[in-house]
């Protein structure tokens, strides 16, 4: 006799889905990968159908047609009534019997964490903070960029680096490396240059992540510009992280602070010392660490929680990622 899909696991990032099909048991029974899921960009029911064909996928090869539980964890679902409209076009599919939308931020948080219970910051593109305990209570941000008053995250470094060398070279601001080596990684002689071709889209717009690692870099090299901005941004990932843990009463006792994204789990040592040595001095009882575990165990792990699975089963579905 086959196992029972008890639980559909979403992960839907903008570049990537990622979905499994998880037994009552806790055995992962068939995952599958699908494109980005990018709602504000192509509309909700399109965006659903980018999830749809990873779910058929998965199905298929599980052998099933439904499952109790959908677990979704979701990209650009900022506010509950996001989610709540996210809930309902996966409900609209009958996917599951009962369906949850969480953020993207909470998968990579339960994936890092034997409980619902801690903090997760994530730096990527952007920048966002979560925090959950056992009881249901959570801790969010809107995460939206500037005007919900974020700072950080790969794309606005890359900005704030191209702000600070284009002052450089006209003489606005500072002397800075930053002024030489970013058009130098486009193989431009000059700011000017550069600035001319993102204007024009000589380069494509979304090159402008390539120059975070070239910050990165140049920090390491001893710029003080850059070195400025990964202190500050190691500033706002502690921020982030203290006021969650504030807002769920975890401040004075002891509770992971996971780092999650590409940028935090680049483990750059100027940014992961200045996060590591901010935490201790405003947060002394967190406990950080980097999560590597893929986002999509943590959705599965949400919806192991939300049937009731005991330690056990959520302890195969964990193995079965970690392996």
């Given at each position: 006799?086959?196992l029972?899909?008890?639980?559909?696991?979403?992960d839907?990032?903008n570049s990537k889905?990622?979905?499994?099909?998880?037994?009552?048991?806790?055995?992962?029974?068939?995952?599958?990968r699908?494109?980005?899921?990018?709602?504000p960009?192509?509309?909700?029911?399109?965006?659903?159908?980018?999830?749809?064909?990873?779910?058929?996928?998965?199905?298929?090869?599980?052998?099933?047609?439904s499952?109790?539980?959908?677990s979704?964890?979701?990209?650009n679902?900022?506010?509950?009534v996001e989610?709540q409209?996210?809930?309902a076009?996966?409900?609209?599919r009958?996917w599951?019997v009962e369906?949850?939308v969480?953020n993207?931020?909470?998968a990579?948080?339960?994936?890092?964490?034997?409980?619902?219970?801690g903090?997760a910051v994530v730096?990527?593109a952007g920048?966002?903070?979560?925090?959950m305990?056992p009881?249901?209570?959570?801790?969010?941000?809107p995460?939206?960029?500037r005007i919900?008053g974020?700072?950080?995250?790969?794309?606005?470094?890359?900005?704030?680096a191209?702000?600070?060398a284009?002052?450089?070279?006209?003489?606005?601001?500072?002397?800075?490396?930053?002024a030489r080596?970013?058009?130098?990684?486009?193989?431009?002689?000059?700011?000017?240059a550069?600035?001319?071709?993102?204007?024009l889209e000589?380069?494509a717009?979304?090159r402008?992540h390539?120059?975070?690692p070239v910050?990165?870099?140049?920090?390491?090299?001893?710029?003080?510009?850059?070195?400025s901005?990964?202190?500050?941004?190691?500033?706002?990932?502690?921020?982030?992280?203290t006021?969650a843990?504030?807002?769920?009463?975890?401040?004075?006792?002891e509770?992971?602070v996971?780092?999650g994204?590409s940028?935090?789990?680049?483990?750059?040592?100027q940014?992961?010392?200045g996060?590591?040595?901010?935490l201790a001095?405003?947060?002394p009882?967190?406990?950080?660490?980097?999560?590597?575990?893929?986002?999509?165990?943590?959705?599965?792990?949400?919806?192991?929680?939300r049937?009731g699975?005991?330690?056990?089963?959520?302890?195969?579905t964990?193995a079965?990622y970690?392996?």
């Amino acid at each position: 006799m086959g196992l029972t899909a008890s639980v559909l696991a979403v992960d839907a990032g903008n570049s990537k889905t990622d979905v499994a099909v998880v037994a009552a048991d806790g055995s992962v029974l068939a995952t599958a990968r699908g494109g980005g899921f990018r709602p504000p960009v192509v509309g909700v029911e399109a965006a659903v159908d980018v999830i749809a064909d990873a779910v058929g996928q998965a199905f298929t090869a599980a052998g099933v047609g439904s499952v109790d539980h959908v677990s979704a964890c979701l990209a650009n679902a900022d506010f509950p009534v996001e989610e709540q409209q996210l809930a309902a076009a996966l409900h609209a599919r009958a996917w599951g019997v009962e369906v949850e939308v969480r953020n993207d931020t909470f998968a990579i948080l339960r994936a890092g964490v034997t409980e619902p219970r801690g903090v997760a910051v994530v730096c990527g593109a952007g920048i966002n903070c979560v925090g959950m305990r056992p009881d249901g209570r959570t801790a969010r941000f809107p995460a939206l960029g500037r005007i919900s008053g974020d700072w950080g995250g790969g794309w606005g470094l890359a900005e704030e680096a191209l702000w600070h060398a284009a002052r450089a070279e006209d003489g606005r601001g500072v002397g800075t490396d930053l002024a030489r080596v970013l058009p130098r990684h486009f193989g431009l002689p000059s700011m000017y240059a550069l600035i001319e071709a993102l204007h024009l889209e000589d380069i494509a717009p979304a090159r402008r992540h390539e120059l975070t690692p070239v910050l990165f870099a140049t920090a390491a090299a001893g710029d003080p510009v850059a070195r400025s901005l990964v202190d500050r941004l190691a500033d706002e990932v502690v921020s982030m992280a203290t006021v969650a843990l504030t807002r769920l009463d975890l401040l004075d006792e002891e509770t992971p602070v996971l780092l999650g994204g590409s940028v935090l789990a680049a483990r750059h040592p100027q940014l992961d010392d200045g996060v590591r040595e901010l935490l201790a001095a405003r947060a002394p009882k967190a406990v950080p660490r980097v999560v590597t575990a893929s986002p999509v165990l943590g959705a599965a792990l949400l919806g192991l929680d939300r049937a009731g699975a005991s330690a056990e089963v959520q302890a195969r579905t964990r193995a079965y990622y970690e392996a």
